[in-house]
């Protein structure tokens, strides 16, 4: 029954109204439990993604051979199955040459600058891959000498785009060769399976 | 109990715009990376001193040492045994084998019309050489200095093994690189 006040028009509240909102909150909230819908528990989706997101971490620092394929160095593809390791890394993009991560030199039409060469245009040694290959050598020694278990075996990881002609591939491997390196990995992609 | 619950964990927020981020988002982005698995191929520089090569196989000792070469040219593909070219009998004067007529990769990535090393000739007549020389795991590659860097992984890949099926043949998994033809 509405009681209309002098200046207040609402609705008369019912004796029992206390009682009345006690069993509507107790009835959304079992509402609220049987729709299944706002009070979500997201505590195992945030540890999917937690796990997730350490796994991906894992894997990127763990890979040995780091390549950042893009119009610059696009390298083939290989049906070899062999694992690549963690060597010294020498990256032959199409503008530059780069020693793990350091440049090193500028690669302009897939030939070195003969002025970087020692011996001129023919020549086949570039001075500064060797001068860092030799720091690099030099560093895995020192590691060898302090550690007997780590030993230096002269292998080279060489990451090299496939367009690249092959003269600036015997360039660099001639040059990795006189900083005592003998042995390649050439990193490919695996298309194999 | 009930009240003290319902404060504490503070549900009030509309999570869907979070939701929509973990549930859609995440594993679209996860299925739509390419998962590029790296391999290496092994090469070795030419060894100094006594090899394989150098020491005739022990149920032929008259034999001299293979010297398996294949050298890519413009023209195609020239295989040298003991120092002696593998005639193309169509060509005397000319590779072993011809560049064909097929199709590659440009630089865009588009395939077009080029002539192309013939790779199925070459690794019939390295399986026949394989036969022929079972002990025998060496093979020298050399090319012309402007020869792209992946033709001579294609060969590689080629000399390497010989797929017939589901058998895989070895034929010459060592590889040394030797300067190019000047």
Do not use: H, W
Not at chain 1, 86 to 104: G, W
Not at chain 1, 172 to 182: C, K
Not at chain 2, 15 to 36: D, K
Request: proline share 6%.
């Amino acid at each position: 029954m509405a009681v209309k006040k002098a200046n207040e028009t609402y609705e008369y509240l019912p004796e029992n109204y206390e009682e009345e909102i006690l069993m509507s909150r107790k009835k959304s909230k079992t509402g609220r439990e049987s729709e299944g819908g706002q009070k979500l528990n997201i505590n195992s989706l945030m540890d999917i993604l937690t796990i997730m997101l350490v796994f991906l971490l894992k894997s990127y620092a763990t890979d040995p051979v780091n390549i950042t394929p893009g119009p610059d160095l696009d390298i083939p593809k290989s049906t070899s199955l062999l694992q690549p390791a963690a060597t010294v890394t020498v990256t032959v993009a199409k503008s530059s040459i780069v020693v793990d991560n350091e440049p090193v030199t500028v690669v302009k039409d897939g030939k070195v600058e003969a002025s970087q060469k020692r011996g001129g245009e023919d020549a086949y040694f570039i001075i500064p891959l060797n001068k860092a290959l030799v720091e690099a050598v030099e560093k895995k020694r020192r590691l060898e000498a302090i550690n007997p278990t780590i030993k230096f075996d002269g292998v080279c990881t060489i990451v090299m785009d496939k367009e690249s002609p092959y003269r600036l591939l015997t360039e660099v491997m001639y040059t990795a060769g006189q900083a005592e390196f003998s042995n390649f990995k050439f990193a490919t992609i695996s298309t194999a399976g | 109990m009930g009240k003290r619950r319902s404060q504490g964990s503070g549900q009030d927020l509309d999570m869907t715009a979070a939701m929509n981020l973990i549930l859609i988002l995440i594993p679209l982005l996860l299925t739509s990376m390419e998962s590029v698995k790296i391999a290496v191929v092994n090469v070795a520089t030419p060894q100094i001193g006594p090899s394989s090569e150098a020491n005739p196989p022990a149920d032929r000792p008259d034999d001299k040492p293979l010297k398996l070469t294949v050298a890519l040219t413009d023209r195609g593909i020239t295989v040298f045994v003991r120092d002696q070219v593998i005639e193309n009998k169509d060509d005397p004067l000319g590779p072993t084998i011809l560049k064909i007529d097929g199709q590659e990769e440009d630089a865009e990535g588009k395939m077009i019309d080029a002539k192309v090393y013939d790779i199925d000739k070459l690794v019939e007549i390295i399986s026949d050489l394989k036969d022929a020389n079972p002990a025998e795991e060496n093979i020298i590659i050399t090319a012309e200095p402007n020869t792209k860097y992946k033709y001579i992984m294609k060969i590689m890949d080629a000399t390497r093994e010989k797929k017939d099926g589901e058998k895989k043949k070895t034929l010459f998994p060592n590889v040394v690189l030797s300067a190019g033809i000047a």
